[in-house]
């Protein structure tokens, strides 16, 4: 079985974004008193989650991901000074915004080369909740690295 999803990651030019991108990121951050400026480091991955491969999903018309209920997705990451920010888009999920403080964030890399996950966002039961972020070519693992950077250099002023 290949990967769930087909992923391309970019640079995202933050004063070209979307509409409903720009005013999900720009909404968030403003609900959090940060600022946002167009040349904070940002990317971009959108997720093709393609039809399924197996006789069973062709026949019933499913997708790799039956449990993604869009056949794509948008996701961007940007990096404030002081917290990683989120906005994920797409067509039945909606769109939703999210952050965490740089601080209190760390990353792991799985196993597997499609993603990291980042821990230290408001979770359940006070304990911190963690968020897969997947990424592809032809910038992802320099997004990972970005992120990974920020999230020290926020531990070790």
Known sequence: ???????????????????????????????????????????????????????????????????????????LVALHPTHLLVVVSGANRGISALSVPLAVATVETPESADGFAVTGFAGQDGRPGSYHLGVGEPHGAECLEAVRAAIMAAKNP
């Open 1 to 75: 079985m290949g990967p769930a999803y087909q992923r391309t990651t970019v640079r995202a030019d933050l004063s070209a974004l979307p509409a409903d991108l720009a005013a999900a990121l720009r909404d968030h951050a403003e609900s959090r008193q940060l600022t946002i400026t167009d040349d904070l480091p940002a990317w971009i991955t959108r997720s093709i989650n393609p039809p399924s491969s197996s006789l069973t999903g062709k026949l019933f018309g499913r997708r790799a991901n039956p449990a993604d209920p869009d056949s794509e997705h948008q996701t």
